[in-house]
């Protein structure tokens, strides 16, 4: 039986819950994927077929031993403004609209509806289980008719639904009780038992209370997974960010509104000299020792909240006295000019003034480049070295002054040369566009370094570990109390 991960809110640990059991499968020998119909989220992943998929259903495709492909997540919504988003259909942007637009289009709802079900056609035809995952509310009224992230799928996949419930939040009992009662008798059908998650304590305080809402609905709890609050999976969402560490090593990152891919800074786990603050406001910058402009949605918005907030005066006082690391749309950010004639970034045509810290400018064309990426070092300590990564972005860096960092060599397994990044030395300021360039060895010990060197801290080699092997590492931690305290035989098997 395929399964199929939902809640009734939020941020209750689904996305966890499916890359441990996709592991725990895995092993047992079974050819598993995940899926999720449609994901929101500003954290993105090249696939195998050069497409752009959610952060998180490319992890939970590691975690199986595949590559991320867009059939593991048909649609992805990301949004660009406060009212308008950027739709991805099976990888490919395809229109820019309100959330109404995308419910009321019947052009791109067709194009959404059958993306969804040739993915599952083709993700059921080529595994023996498919492991979905919801999103959000599994059932809210006003969305139910028009429903492509819960049971409409899961009933196209014919896969039996298991219903998470966050514990830690408190309610989680009459909220898995409201949501039967509140399910049509088809969906309702489909639910097989329910999860409890985040629980703190002694399980037996709970026994009263499950066997209330296993007799009110009729479904049995299969387990209760204890609140793991040092896991550090890739992250769907800003809700995700929390500091690193607790070293000598000072490092901000700047928290800026549309902030993407903010997993950049996850392999600075691996190195127990740092300490990674979130800085959201410019009183709580200080005096750190590298500042790292992460990705951004809308590198426009986020450097419009830089001014307003007068971020942008605190790193002009800091410049030069700490390392300032930009990667993609924190590189874009530092230059001068960010020339957007198609509204592609900033939604609004036009020519936008950035940081000026670096003699760079940004041009913005209609394509967008999303692939998994090789580049070599062109300068300083970097030259010649080999740097993974992956690109994401429609921004192409023009050099008005400054030199290239390094050169982009491959991309998706074709030769390209892209001339990428900056390096000012003497300004300690360091720009690139790969994405997990951190997650490299030989470009993390760089920028550490100099940090390091900054602090009259020793330098150092950084840990061999790619992203992906502290990734699997810590899913192994959760699987292995997934495989101990949820009955997964009950749920693989046709109940």
Known sequence: ?????????????????????????????????????????????????????????????????????????????????????????????????????????????????????????????????????????????????RDLANFRPAEWLDAGVFVVLDIDRGGSFIQGLGLIKSLPPGWRKLVKGFIINKFRGDEKLLSTAIKWLEKKTGKPVLGVLPYVDDLWLWPEDSMDLRPIGNGPLNIALIAYPYISNFNDVYPLILEDDVTVRIVRDPRELGDPHLIILPGSKNVVASLDWMRRTGMDKELARIR????????????????????????????????????????????????????????????????????????????????AGDEPLIMITERNGKTTKQLDGVLREKELIVGITLHDSLGDPNFRSFVLNMARELAGLPRRNSSASSSIELLLSQVDRLASIIEDKLDIDFMVNDN
């Open 1 to 145: 039986m395929n399964l199929y991960i939902v809640s009734t809110m939020s941020d209750s640990g689904k996305t966890a819950i499916v890359s441990a059991l996709l592991r725990v499968l895995s092993r047992r020998s079974l050819h598993v994927t995940p899926f999720k119909a449609q994901n929101m989220s500003l954290n993105s992943y090249p696939s195998i077929e050069g497409g752009e998929i959610a952060l998180a259903q490319a992890m939970q495709a590691y975690v199986a031993g595949l590559m991320p492909s867009v059939h593991h997540n048909p649609i992805l919504i990301k949004p660009m403004t406060s009212d308008r988003a950027e739709y991805i259909i099976l990888g490919k942007p395809r229109a820019q609209l309100s959330f109404n637009e995308y419910l009321n289009d019947d052009a791109i709802r067709h194009l959404a509806i059958n993306a969804v079900k040739s993915s599952i056609r083709r993700l059921k035809d080529e595994f023996d289980l498919v492991v979905g995952e919801g999103a959000g509310s599994a059932y809210e009224p006003n969305l139910a008719s």
């Open 320 to 399: 030069g006295s700490a390392v300032i690391l930009g990667i993609c749309g924190g590189f874009q950010a530092m230059g001068k000019l960010l020339s957007d004639p198609y509204g592609v970034e900033a939604g609004i045509p036009g020519d936008y003034r950035g940081l000026g810290f670096v003699d760079t400018n940004t041009i913005y064309g209609i394509d967008k480049v999303v692939s998994l990426s090789r580049a070599v070092g062109l300068r300083g300590e970097l030259e010649n070295v080999g740097i993974r990564g992956y690109e994401i972005h429609r921004g192409v860096p023009q050099y």
